[in-house]
């Protein structure tokens, strides 16, 4: 179903936990009565896209703004293998329970989808338009070092954010006539490195105590430290800063070539690439963005309804 005549798509930007602020942006889009047809996402934007083509958005928020900084460390393997370090078991059960249903498949879905990915040997760009939904989300969120690469139509395959952090491409390919960007990386960059409070919740056994001390031994991102300036940024930092250099310069190089006719750019710097639990804020600052450019909406959709509430 077309928005006054207009076949709509939405392309959801990677940005690991900035990402829940695509369940914001969505929801307000939906209180302007705007219903994408077409819905492409990159990294976690493939996951919250699926969510709402599946019809799980409120469910997935739900779940999302519930979760502690520890319930997010239990994400982490105490074990750390040699491919990655999140608890591929844990979230896979996550996903089924709060994304969609593990049999679904996306061409059975009410919106078109898709999801991006990248081929690991070659660099070349996949579009995932057919087969599971959970396994094309997989190859899109298996950014390096965090996840395994996904074994899917012959070769392996990792994050959609490398090669196209936001979709805007595949929407046109799918038939959007107008395309509605999120870009979750456009104030990110030096955020890793700017000091901040943090405040560590009790530890209430041991089990707890080790697996955060676990955590912190690979991810500065749950609890960041004051560093004098003369001591270098930790592995995680680094790797965190690089992937945001990456992503933001290939963001805008994309972008360039094929601007949105909307682009939503949520201020999510303060949110570091592991802060899920921080999903109040990302969400919250979904809807203030929608609501920000409402007057740039206009001017490519037409009127919209005065009040959003």
């Known amino acids: 179903m077309t928005y006054r005549g207009i076949k709509i798509g939405l392309a959801l930007g990677s940005g690991s936990a900035r990402g829940w602020s695509h369940i914001g942006v969505i929801k307000e889009l939906q209180n302007l009565g705007i219903q994408p047809d077409i819905v492409c996402g990159s990294s976690i934007g493939a996951i919250v896209g699926a969510a709402y083509v599946n019809n799980n ?17 239990t994400f982490l393997s105490v074990n750390l293998s040699l491919n990655g370090f999140v608890n591929r078991e ?9 994304v969609c249903d593990p049999a679904q498949e996306i061409q059975h879905l009410p919106k078109k ?10 660099g070349r760009e996949i579009w995932i338009t057919k087969g599971a939904v959970l396994d094309a989300v997989w190859a899109s969120t298996a950014l390096p070092g965090l996840f395994p690469p996904v074994r899917s139509q012959g070769a392996w395959l990792v994050d959609g954010g490398l090669v196209n952090p936001v979709p805007v491409s595949v929407c046109r390919a799918l038939g959007a006539e107008v395309v509605i960007a999120v870009n979750l990386n456009g104030d990110i960059l030096g955020r890793h490195f700017e000091k901040r409070e943090i405040v560590v919740e009790q530890q209430e056994d041991n089990i707890v105590s080790k697996l955060l001390d ?8 749950f609890f960041e430290e004051d560093r004098p300036e003369d001591v270098p940024p930790s592995l995680f930092e680094a790797v965190a800063s690089s992937i945001n250099i990456t992503q933001d310069r290939i963001t805008r190089s994309r972008m360039a070539g094929d601007p949105p006719e909307i682009l939503l750019s949520p201020k999510l710097s303060k949110i570091g690439l592991l802060e899920f639990y921080r999903a109040g804020e990302a969400i919250a600052e979904g809807h203030e963005c929608v609501t ?3 007057s740039e909406i206009e001017s490519v959709l037409g009127p919209l309804p005065a009040d959003s509430d």
């Open 90 to 98: 844990r979230l896979s059960h996550f996903l089924s329970k709060h």
């Open 292 to 294: 920000r450019l409402r």
């Open 113 to 122: 989808f898709a999801c991006v990915a990248t081929e690991l040997v070659s």
């Open 57 to 73: 958005l409120s469910q997935l928020e739900e779940w999302v703004t519930s979760l502690t900084r520890l319930q997010v460390a």
């Open 214 to 221: 676990k955590a912190k031994g690979y991810s500065a991102l």
